[in-house]
């Protein structure tokens, strides 16, 4: 029997600034992984418009760490998306609330990014929608100190007690 693709879906409010910086993280850490299990990122916004790119500072702060977001286009949370993920990475706590009365059957594989992640402080990553750029600085940093720890909980095989392929 094949071994089934973890496929893991970061969620944010308009999928232009948090979460496709999470995405374009998470792929380009795992690509540094010879050998290890396939994995399928993707990211959506709660209030997403469709197609949009990613906000100028986003783009800005990721160009600065050699990382690309000019083809991230938003999308939507649908329940398609939501139905294929094996986890589920949100942003803030009002978020998961909002996903949980949309979708209630992923309560099991939804979570906060920094928390799955075993980060201290705030659980919440905050929106720097409208900021300056130091602030999509500070959250980057937020951001990539998530997924280094997400990286090494995937490569474990195991979150909070799940497998990610279930």
Known sequence: ????????????T?????????????????AKRPGAPALEVASAGLAAVEGEQASAHARTVMREAGLDLEA???????????GEASLILVMSRLQRERLLRLFPAAAGKTFLLK????LEGDPDVADP???SLEDYRRIFEEL???????????????????????
């Open 115 to 118: 928390e799955f992640a075993g």
């Open 144 to 166: 990539r100190d998530g997924i280094e720890k997400i990286v090494q909980i995937l490569e474990g095989g195991k979150e909070n007690g799940h497998s990610p392929g279930q």
């Open 129 to 131: 929608y409208g900021g």
């Open 72 to 82: 991230h286009r938003s999308a939507p949370l649908d329940e398609r998306l939501v």
């Open 1 to 12: 029997m094949a071994e089934r693709k973890i496929k893991i879906l970061f969620v944010c």
């Open 14 to 30: 308009g999928n232009t600034c948090r979460s496709p910086m999470a995405e374009a993280l998470l792929r380009h850490e795992w």
